[in-house]
């Protein structure tokens, strides 16, 4: 069972697989992983223990990063990572940490989560993936409808609150109309804006 796993310069934590979309789009169409070597289908989700004795056999200083980020939603199991984040944290207070996420995460528990995201964090990174909420509904199917869109821009406005960077993405294959629309969405939320790389 792959509980962490490396991609680039960092670490990624792989807590479930599942997920508030239903991303046309997504990877986990295709493929079993995203660095050709790891196997990301989860046998059954790690608990708090099990994810820390993975990160022991690590040694974390060669990373740039912690990302939470696996084969699904990370906020699905919003406990599981915060518990896990602030254990990383208390014990490596120089790393980065991040939490690549749909920005559903007030959605799925049904209440304000961003004022946890404090001291532990550096950086939320949010999948904007385009520029209305029709089409969102469109692309990426979310259990809570075309409501998710809005949810997603107020959740990102609140943990700019608690977290030193919030970050919009979108992938380099939308049109480029859609991506300086979806620039001027980031700029009207005050968070950053990065177009990444799409992977098929």
């Not at 059954?44 to 200083?61: C, G, M, Q, T, Y």
């Not at 990063?65 to 490596?92: I, K, Q, S």
Request: proline content about 3%; charged content about 30%; hydrophobic content about 35%.
């Amino acid at each position: 069972m792959t509980i962490t796993y490396e991609l680039g310069n960092s670490l990624y934590v792989n807590v479930t697989n599942r997920c508030s979309n239903d991303c046309s789009f997504c990877v986990r169409n295709e493929h079993n992983g995203v660095n050709g070597k790891d196997d990301l289908w989860l046998e059954r989700e790690p608990s708090v223990e099990e994810i820390k004795a993975d990160f022991d056999k690590r040694d974390l200083s060669k990373y740039e990063a912690v990302v939470f980020c696996g084969y699904g939603e990370p906020m699905m199991r919003t406990d599981v990572v915060l518990e896990v984040a602030h254990w990383l944290r208390e014990n490596n207070p120089t790393l980065k940490i991040r939490v690549n996420t749909n920005g559903q995460a007030n959605l799925i528990n049904k209440r304000d989560i961003t004022p946890e995201l404090e001291g532990i964090f550096d950086c939320v990174s949010i999948s904007l993936n385009t520029d209305s909420a029709e089409k969102y509904q469109r692309l990426c199917k979310s259990q809570f409808g075309e409501t998710a869109y809005g949810e997603l821009q107020n959740f990102a406005r609140l943990a700019k609150r608690y977290v030193p960077e919030v970050v919009f993405s979108v992938v380099d294959i939308l049109p480029k109309d859609e991506i300086e629309n979806c620039r001027k969405i980031a700029e009207d939320c005050g968070v950053s804006f990065r177009v990444r790389k799409f992977i098929k």
